[in-house]
């Protein structure tokens, strides 16, 4: 008897800039996924907060759900799709291997994010998720909950979107003692500060990363230090296994900074940077935890001096194999898009066929 491998049914909640880059690239390239990675995959559920949520067992078209989102349409007059008023009675009401989760759920609590992830771990189906606040508030639990039901958790794009950071310092690393790490996080703080350096105002470097589609909707997360302090906590939580709460980062932003003080950092040689700083005096996250967001000079040599614009950066210390660091575009949707199709591929790579 030949076995056939059946798609992996994937649920997409969250149709915005990343969700829908990531159904046309699922879309656009679906034969080449399944081709270069050996296993096709199909979305068969999807939701958005003024929807709801819409479920095909055979798989969704997501021509038709991405034009009907684009024109402004409701994304449930698919033909044949099943419709719930929201994604979490979609999501109790229906099956599927693998939960995407990329809505936009806020600082105060992480909401609904944390809620689909949960439904989808209690049920062992592995999360991919961009979600940073659920991440940074219940990151420990989330992977613990992963890990009792024996499916994975990850959520690459969280920090720095498409350049891979959390696969390298957790598996990449794997084995090692990571003790500490320092970065340059935020590609909208950093663009800012490089973009006063070159000698534009605090406010045309800002409208610059707006138009970007870099900042946040409300950019003060960005500039007043709290997207930082979320991918501190991520950090924290995945790479060493320490939840932190919020207030246990200490945070400034840039919002104080001016022109002079980048200017004069540049003149002795440094540059004023935007840094993130995680150590922990005992070994994978115990002991005294120091965990800051905050302006900081940075000496000529130290390799965040010479990160500039949207590109960000993490320098990672872990024995025995000492600073690890790693360089690349910090934002944008497609790379927080990116991101997500990564894991998903890694998930789908490591998941047995089915017949
Ligand atoms: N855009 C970027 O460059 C990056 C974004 N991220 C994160 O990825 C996530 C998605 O980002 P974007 O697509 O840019 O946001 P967005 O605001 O464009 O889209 C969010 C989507 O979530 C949906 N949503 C909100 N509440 C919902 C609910 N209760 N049920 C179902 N759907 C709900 C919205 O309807 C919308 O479709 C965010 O958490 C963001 O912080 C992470 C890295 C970079
Ligand atoms: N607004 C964020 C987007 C990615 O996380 C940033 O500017 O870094």
């Known amino acids: 008897m030949t076995r056939t491998q059946r798609p992996v049914r994937i649920w997409l909640v969250g149709f915005g800039m990343v969700g829908r880059w990531l159904a046309s690239a699922l879309d656009a390239q679906a034969e080449r ?3 270069r990675y050996g296993r096709a995959v199909t979305v068969v559920g999807v939701g958005n907060a003024r929807d709801g949520f819409i479920y095909h067992p055979d798989g969704l078209d997501l021509g038709s759900t991405l034009a009907a989102a684009s024109a402004g349409r409701p994304i449930t007059d698919q033909p044949a799709a099943r419709v719930w008023p929201n994604a979490i009675d979609g999501l109790r009401a229906t099956e599927a291997d693998l939960l995407v989760e990329v809505t936009a759920s806020p600082a105060a609590h992480g909401e609904p994010g944390v809620t689909h992830m949960r439904e989808a771990l209690q049920r062992a189906i592995p999360v991919v998720t961009s979600n940073k606040w659920p991440v940074a508030l219940h990151g420990a639990e ?5 890990e009792r039901h024996g499916v994975a958790f990850r959520a690459e794009s969280t920090v720095m979107s498409g350049t891979p950071v959390l696969s390298t310092l957790t598996e990449g690393l794997a084995g090692t003692a990571p003790s500490a790490l320092r970065g340059v996080l935020n590609a909208t703080a950093n663009l800012v500060l490089s973009q006063m350096a070159n000698g534009l105002s605090y406010e045309q470097a800002l409208a610059e990363a707006q138009r970007a589609g870099l900042a946040e909707r409300d950019p003060a997360a960005d500039v007043e230090g709290h997207d930082t302090v979320a991918k501190v906590m991520i950090l924290s939580a995945l790479v060493f296994g320490r939840q932190l709460s919020r207030e246990q980062v200490t945070r400034h932003g ?14 002795a040689g440094g540059r004023l940077r935007h840094l993130a700083t995680l150590a922990f005096s005992g070994p994978d996250g115990t002991g005294t ?14 390799p965040l001096a010479g990160i500039d614009g949207v590109t960000n950066a993490v320098v990672c210390q872990a024995g025995p194999v000492g600073a690890v660091t790693i360089i690349g575009p910090g934002a944008g949707p497609e790379l ?6 990564s894991d998903i591929i890694a998930i789908t790579n490591a998941q ?4």
């Open 254 to 267: 840039i919002t104080e900074v001016t022109a002079r003080q980048v200017r004069q950092a540049a003149s």
């Open 33 to 35: 996924i399944a081709t």
């Open 142 to 146: 989330l992977s613990a909950l992963a």
């Open 352 to 355: 047995p066929a089915v017949s």
């Open 289 to 302: 935890v120091t965990a800051r967001v905050q302006p900081e000079v940075v000496p000529a040599g130290d």
């Open 336 to 341: 927080a898009g990116q991101g997500v199709l």
